[in-house]
């Protein structure tokens, strides 16, 4: 937040306001959408379009009454100390939310696989093999066949022999398509460099040298997003690998899926943060729109350093 006036209030009470209704509204058609559109009711994805178009219209006009409110100098010490604790619990409802599916990963690996194969349920699940990563036949809980085989996700990979002796480049970029998680993580740690960068420059009140590295974190969080849609495209069409893929293949599109959906939302955090501190918006005093972006893109990394040792490397 950025502040104008000198004239700041102990505690600034908004207007009454459309925006909580309005959002409602959207929300409301969202819902009903859904609930048509599962069940084959045609109007169902019109009515989830119309609703989420409301919804972003909503928080588009809400944020920038908010932005407005800021700059015009009426947030002060105690709207700056309610927005701090907000975000903390904001990311805290986070970890717990990332938490149920890293304990449901561990739940999976270390109490539902070994249970379906021991004795007593042998009878039920007939040679089950109770190995992780499921990729042993009938080792997916489907002792019908219906899991086609998969390859699992590695770290780290090279091209096969027959391709490095076609070209040093082409067995590099095969070293490099093996090896996409450990890509972006080094994409993922990257960023949380730059952004450290970018804040200790607002803290200095050099705004240029601020928004060069703010534009280098939003590339590189950019190109994450784009190096794990190449990395789904070629799980599907080269490794079989499928959300439908038994126990292994739900939990890993699952989290990295997820995880991917919070990079993009810090991303567009950050990319707006951006384009305010080129308006001349944020202070080296006044700045937590900026620290709360920045949070939140540092839980993003955290989150991926434990996706990459538990999913990609366990």
Do not use: C
């Amino acid at each position: 937040m950025s502040s104008t006036s000198n004239a700041t209030p102990y505690y600034f009470v908004p207007e009454p306001s459309r925006h909580p209704f309005t959002a409602a509204f959207g929300l409301f058609w969202v819902i009903l959408g859904a609930g048509q559109w599962v069940n084959d009711i045609a109007w169902g994805k019109w009515s989830v379009l119309v609703g989420l178009a409301i919804l972003f219209w909503t928080l588009f006009n809400w944020f920038g009454d908010a932005i407005r409110e800021s700059v015009g100098g009426k947030y002060g010490y105690k709207v700056d100390l309610s927005y701090r604790w907000s975000m903390s619990w904001f990311i805290f409802s986070e970890v717990m939310f990332f938490g149920a599916f890293f304990t449901a990963l561990w739940w999976l690996r270390t109490h539902s696989v070994p249970m379906l194969a021991n004795s007593e349920n042998a009878l039920l699940w007939d040679g089950f093999k109770g190995v992780w990563p499921s990729v042993q036949e009938h080792a997916t809980a489907s002792p019908g066949g219906i899991i086609e085989a998969f390859e699992t996700m590695k770290p780290v990979g090279a091209a096969s022999e027959e391709v490095w002796k076609q070209s040093w480049l082409l067995g590099m970029w095969g070293y490099v398509e093996h090896s996409l998680a450990t890509v972006n993580t080094a994409l993922l740690l990257s960023s949380g460099v730059t952004l450290t960068i970018a804040h200790h420059a607002l803290l200095s009140d050099n705004r240029a040298k601020t928004i060069r590295f703010m534009w280098i974190t939003v590339a590189l969080g950019l190109t994450f997003l784009f190096v794990q849609g190449y990395e789904y495209t070629n799980a599907y069409s080269e490794m079989n690998l499928k959300l439908s893929s038994g126990a292994y293949g739900s939990t890993f599109f699952m989290l990295t899926g997820f995880h991917g959906f919070h990079v993009f939302v810090g991303m567009l955090m950050l990319l707006f943060i951006t384009l305010r501190l080129q308006k001349g918006h944020f202070s080296s005093e006044q700045h937590f729109g900026f620290e709360g972006a920045a949070w939140y893109w540092h839980f993003v990394d955290v989150v991926w350093l434990g996706l990459y040792i538990l999913v990609y490397w366990m």
